[in-house]
């Protein structure tokens, strides 16, 4: 399977304690997308790398998250002291940025349900 | 500001026609796009439609978009079973070179026999 793989599928952790998501792109994609999903709602963008380059983060991405994607594949979401109100659907997407407007489109993974106790 | 909003549910019977509606807000969005989502699967990209374009047509699926009224629509003719499912509908706010995607909350539709 060559499409965006998010590891763990399920996390459940007490309150407190640090998380850390893993996200691998697709091999050839140099952008890589951080997004969140809570019951009921539409994906919300939190941060989005450019290789290895942190190019955007969303007002959303508190300074308790932080992301890394140090070689410019995989990628990694820290939480820590995690809250109640972390609980949600972590998505990563990744794309393949090309000039001259062209449609770039984000294919994302299974994604990783995040449960805070 | 970013924002998109769409009806949370629908309901049609197996066969007939569903239209989903949806408006955003950002007028320098390049690509409108509507994604699917079915239980336990990933968020996967429907269809899409450029800006200047009012019409796109894909085997049952047919995306209006009037850029007037900042509102746009999917239709799936001949609905099935297997169309049941959230769809969302998504804007890239600030033009092709945007990164971002802002999605809907989403449409939650549901086939009747």
């Known amino acids: 399977d060559t499409g965006v793989s998010q590891d763990p599928r399920h996390k459940i952790t007490k309150r407190g304690q640090n998380v850390t998501f893993r996200c691998d792109p697709i091999?050839?994609?140099?952008?890589l997308y951080w997004y969140r999903q809570t019951l009921g709602q539409g994906p919300e963008f939190l941060t989005y790398?450019?290789?290895?380059?942190?190019?955007?983060k969303s007002r959303l991405l508190s300074d308790r998250f932080s992301a890394e994607r140090p070689k410019g594949s995989f990628s990694t979401l820290e939480i820590q002291r995690t809250e109640q109100g972390d609980s949600a659907m972590y998505l990563c997407?990744?794309?393949?940025?090309?000039?001259?407007?062209?449609?770039?489109?984000?294919?994302f993974g299974p994604g990783t349900r995040l449960l805070v106790l | 500001g970013e924002d998109v909003e769409q009806s949370l549910f629908l309901s049609v019977r197996e066969g007939d026609s569903s239209v989903i509606n949806c408006t955003y807000t950002?007028?320098?969005?390049?690509?409108l796009y509507w994604y699917k989502q079915e239980p336990g699967a990933g968020l996967q990209l429907l269809t899409y439609?450029?800006?200047?374009?009012d019409m796109k047509q894909d085997q049952r699926l047919t995306v209006l978009l009037n850029k007037k009224d900042k509102h746009l629509s999917l239709r799936i003719a001949d609905t099935q079973t297997g169309d049941s499912a959230i769809y969302f509908c998504a804007e890239n706010p600030g033009g092709s070179s945007a990164s971002k995607i802002i999605f809907g909350s989403g449409t939650r539709l549901s086939i009747r026999p």
């Open positions: 091999s050839e994609h140099n952008r």
């Open positions: 997407a990744s794309s393949l940025s090309v000039a001259g407007g062209k449609l770039e489109t984000q294919y």
């Open positions: 950002d007028s320098s969005s390049t690509y």
């Open positions: 790398f450019q290789n290895e380059a942190q190019l955007e």
């Open positions: 439609i450029f800006s200047n374009m």
